[in-house]
């Protein structure tokens, strides 16, 4: 075709390459969440019809040359029941099937990989469990489930990929979680679609989806020495947390091993399971998450660490009951399925670091 | 059924404009500026709101232009966020707002009723002043360097990470929520206490009930705006924490008490457009509305429900699952009624007597556009949904199909419609009818391509966007163009048919409403002698007859 004009064949695949259409399907979920979509389409579609089909006919039949004489109609009863009822029902049959999407979309699976994820203005900063950082990226294994627990430094951002048909938002102070299971390896858009100030349209980065052996490398190329909970610990030590937290019977606060999921009572009489976000917060508001038993001393952190170092402080203590310290790097974020492959020594380990998970 | 009617369309030959009008009746500044007449006040209203739709329609521009490449080539990311922040803002609560109630409203709901003037006249030049000063804020804003909070001023982003003009914002909107209340509360106590002998509630015009449902949210749901905004200012200007968690605040509590107006008050912008709509429709099919009570019982439920739907703007903001369900269900409710609204437009056309006027193709566009902005308003009320197509393009092109194919058609309609009524003088049809299809057409290609933009996942409210996305925006940006003509026509030919317009007559429609019953321009006391209301609303025999009444009477004069 290029011999007609090389210069209209440039222009028409350029304009091609600008002119998508439908975004890809990479995750589970994507056909599932397309499913529906066109399903919705599909309805709009012939309702649209029906009503576009009606004014036209109508205006036709009873235009004013064919049809001098208007005649006065009331209404219809059986009528009015029929276009409450039926369209009633569609839309209850669009709200259960996407309940169902909407509860598939946001409780991820007990298995699945938490990475932790921080926006901040303007960028992500992903952190994996194995202490690898990246800003506006994030690579992650085809065929694994990921749960991201998302949280803002500042100002309300978004988590939206679009491929993977995910969205959630990044509060300020909260935790909030969403997961995937990317089915396609490739490079796919991650973009912040909650307006957070100057460069919003700037806040976006890549989803890098790769083979379990390629993300195998990926790990081990761009660990950072330590893991996150490694991290954690040496934050705990330089704040000097352990002064207390030291489980000695003398200790003025409570031991921190096995905390975590734990019931706790609280000396309001309040008794709350101590997750991502109790911890977080008694770790910057302790003054209101005193546990029984122990007086309110401790101060607050707030302002004094930043989201990433209660992250590594969460995940620190998360891991007090495992033997984490033992873990490299790599192997606290190896596929279950090449641990379950592996020599027997190593895959106690990254359980340990499975079984934390919610 | 009844006996088929014929209207005969009167002889316009011979008609003046009455010498003693609404508007002839003083003269100069003062007598405008100082006026208690609701006409009147509706003309003020007029010129304003078109003043500030032409500013946001220029913004829109400087908007759609900046999107053509996708680099920012046209201006720093910053203006692009101030451009579309005064944007939504002026678009918003200085036009969609104001526009059907304080305009057509104004002028027509006291004389669809009978009525002389509305109840509160003083407070209704006093809900004119506090627009014009919500206005002066903004321009203030605006050539003071303007303002980047997006219309929803989402915080902690609103109270302590922007250094724009946020305050004067604030206060500006704070100020035309009192404008919209007042209008409301004069709405609610002239439609109960003023309607002539004879004017059931089931005798209404439509448009009565629909612009009675809107004031009902206007009055109860502003306040909330008013005292979240006033909140903000605090949290911004003494730290006081609120939202902020950083001070102890609560993150979603803003989102909470924004949308508990901000959805509403969609309901606020739409129902009087369909008021206008249910209007425009009987008459040019001359023909009763079909299903009466359905459709004013249908604005009732819409403005109750809508109270009750706020949280699906919320569905991936972390509230609990369970929340988000009933939201979604409740959602799906507020669907239904204007779902009926549709088919019973639609069935009002079934063996009447149809022309196609200008006023009925912005009808006829309004049904079709607002149909496909409603059906897609069900594709983010649904949760599953929602999660990808939030927050994206999808988003944009729903609410632009709702608030600018639905609510702008309908409020084009309306003053093309009571444009003789008026001002004594007819639009001219040709020009006018070719610029309703230019609107209908530029529409269509500047926000259907957003459909899909959004479905890609194009997030909205970025300055700068990935390649892929370019060609559709360019389709978007080239029928904004259009879509600008389709806009700039009316204020031409309208402007024009002032001085040069046929002289219109008293109802030139054949219209059965009251407000047809008197001279155009109405007379400042609007009817010479309080009229009794003997019949049923759009009730065309009932013209008929009076047509018939008059022409004896006529004739009778003439040969004594």
């Known amino acids: 075709m290029d011999h007609i004009s090389p210069v209209l064949w440039q222009f028409l695949e350029k304009w091609l390459e600008r002119f998508a259409l439908f975004p890809p399907e990479a995750s589970t979920v994507a056909p599932q969440s397309d499913a529906l979509f066109f399903f919705m389409v599909l309805v709009s579609l012939i309702g649209l019809t029906i009503v576009v089909l009606l004014i036209v006919a109508f205006s036709i039949l009873y ?49 699945a990989l938490n990475i932790y994820v921080v926006g901040k203005q303007w960028m992500w900063k992903a952190e994996h469990p194995g202490g690898q950082h990246e800003i506006n990226m994030l690579h992650v294994p085809v065929g694994r489930p990921i749960q991201i627990t998302l ?16 969205k959630r938002e990044a509060i300020p102070g909260r935790y909030t979680t969403v ?21 919003h349209s700037q806040m976006i980065g890549d989803v890098i989806v790769m083979t379990p052996d390629d993300y195998k490398k990926w790990l081990e190329s761009s660990t950072s020495g330590n893991s996150l909970a490694q991290d954690g610990e040496r934050l705990f030590t330089s704040l000097s947390c352990g002064a207390c937290h030291n489980a000695r019977p003398d200790a003025r606060g409570p031991s921190l091993a096995g905390v975590y999921n734990a019931r706790l009572t609280l000396s309001s009489g309040q008794a709350i399971t101590a997750d991502d976000a109790y911890l977080r917060e008694a770790i910057l508001n302790p003054s209101e998450h005193i546990t029984q038993g122990y007086a309110p001393i401790m101060p607050t952190y707030q302002g004094q660490i930043s989201e990433e170092g209660v992250i590594a402080l969460v995940e620190y203590i998360k891991n007090l009951d495992s033997d984490y310290r033992v873990q490299q790097t790599l192997n606290t974020t190896e596929l279950a399925p090449n641990i379950e492959e592996k020599a027997a020594p190593a895959a106690k380990a990254p359980a340990a670091q499975e079984g934390v998970n919610p | 059924m009844s006996a088929a009617t014929i209207v005969s369309l009167p002889d316009q030959s011979t008609a003046r404009i009455p010498k003693m009008n609404f508007l002839t009746r003083e003269n100069g500044l003062l007598s405008w500026l100082l006026t208690s007449d609701h006409k009147r006040i509706a003309t003020l209203y007029l010129i304003s709101i078109t003043f500030f739709f032409f500013i946001g329609g220029a ?32 678009m918003v609560f200085l036009f969609l707002v104001p526009s059907v109630p304080a305009t057509i409203g104004n002028f027509f709901i006291p004389m669809m009723i009978g009525a002389k003037d509305l109840a509160l006249p003083k407070i209704n030049l006093l809900s004119w002043y506090l627009y014009v000063g919500a206005g002066i804020m903004m321009i203030y804003t605006m050539a003071a360097g303007g303002v980047d909070t997006g219309w929803t001023f989402t915080t902690p982003l ?75 200012v605090l949290e911004r200007t003494m730290h006081i924490g609120v939202f902020d968690p950083a001070y102890g605040g609560d993150p979603l509590l803003f989102q909470h008490l924004f949308w508990f107006y901000s959805h ?24 009763r509305v079909f299903g009466y009570t359905a459709v004013a019982f249908s604005s009732v439920a819409i403005a109750v429900f809508g109270f009750f739907v706020w949280a699906h703007h919320m569905f991936i903001m972390g509230i609990s699952n369970y929340a988000a369900l009933i939201f979604s269900l409740l959602t799906m409710l507020v669907a239904v009624p204007s779902a009926i609204k549709i088919f019973n437009w639609t069935f009002t056309l079934y063996k009447g007597s149809i022309t196609f006027e200008t006023p009925m193709l912005y009808a006829f566009g309004f049904m079709g556009l607002f149909t496909i902005g409603g059906l897609t308003g069900v594709f983010l009320g649904t949760t599953g949904t929602d999660i990808h197509l ?15 194919g639905g609510m702008l058609m309908a409020f084009l309609s309306g003053i093309h419609f009571w ?3 008026w001002t004594g003088r007819m639009y001219p049809e040709k020009i006018s009818q070719f610029a309703a299809v230019v609107t209908f057409i530029g529409f269509n290609f500047t926000f259907f391509p957003q459909f899909i933009l959004g479905m890609l996942g194009m997030p909205r409210r970025y300055a700068a966007y990935p390649p892929e996305f370019q060609a559709l925006n360019v389709f978007s940006t080239a029928g904004a163009t259009i879509l600008g003509v389709g806009y700039l026509l009316p204020i031409l030919y309208l402007t024009w048919s002032l001085k040069y317009g046929a002289v219109a007559g008293d109802n030139p429609w054949q219209a059965t409403g009251l407000e047809w019953q008197t001279q155009s321009p109405p007379l400042t006391e609007n009817f010479l002698e309080t009229p009794i209301m003997d019949h049923e609303a759009y009730d065309y025999e009932w013209l008929e007859k009076q047509n018939i009444a008059r022409q004896q009477q006529k004739e009778v004069a003439s040969a004594g």
Not at chain 1, 151 to 166: G, K, L, N, T, Y
Not at chain 1, 179 to 196: D, I, K, M, N, S
Not at chain 2, 63 to 88: C, W
């Open chain 1, 179 to 199: 997961w995937f299971e990317a089915t396609r390896t490739g490079t796919f858009h991650l973009f912040c679609t909650q307006y957070c100030g100057t460069n």
């Open chain 1, 63 to 111: 235009s004013k040359k064919r049809h001098p004489q208007a005649v006065q109609i009331e209404g219809s009863t059986i009528l009015e029941a029929t276009w409450t009822i039926i369209p009633l029902g569609l839309f209850l049959v669009m709200f259960v099937w996407g309940a169902l999407l909407y509860f598939r979309i946001y409780t991820p699976p007990a298995n």
């Open chain 2, 390 to 404: 939030t927050e994206t393009y999808f988003i944009v092109a729903h609410f632009h199909f709702v608030m600018v």
């Open chain 1, 151 to 166: 949280i803002s430094q500042d100002v309300f951002h978004s988590f939206s990929i679009p491929a993977f048909r995910v």
């Open chain 2, 59 to 90: 913004l829109a521009g400087l908007i759609r232009l900046e999107l053509l490449t996708p680099q920012t080539s046209l201006m720093a990311a910053d203006t692009y966020n101030k451009v579309f922040t005064m944007h939504g803002v002026i």
């Open chain 2, 158 to 232: 609103s109270t302590h990470y922007l250094n724009t003009h946020v305050i004067s914002t604030g206060l500006a909107i704070f100020v035309a929520g009192f404008s919209s209340i007042f209008t409301g509360l004069n709405f609610i106590v002239t439609i109960h206490k003023m309607r002539v002998p004879g004017m059931t509630w089931f005798r209404l015009p439509l448009f009565v009930w629909s612009n009675y449902a809107a004031s009902i949210l206007m009055v109860l749901g502003t306040p909330v705006l008013a005292i979240t905004l006033v909140l903000v």
């Open chain 2, 419 to 421: 444009w003789p009524k």
């Open chain 2, 264 to 287: 509403p008050a969609v309901y606020i912008m739409i129902l009087p457009g369909m008021g206008v709509i249910s209007e425009v429709v009987s008459t040019f099919s001359r023909k």
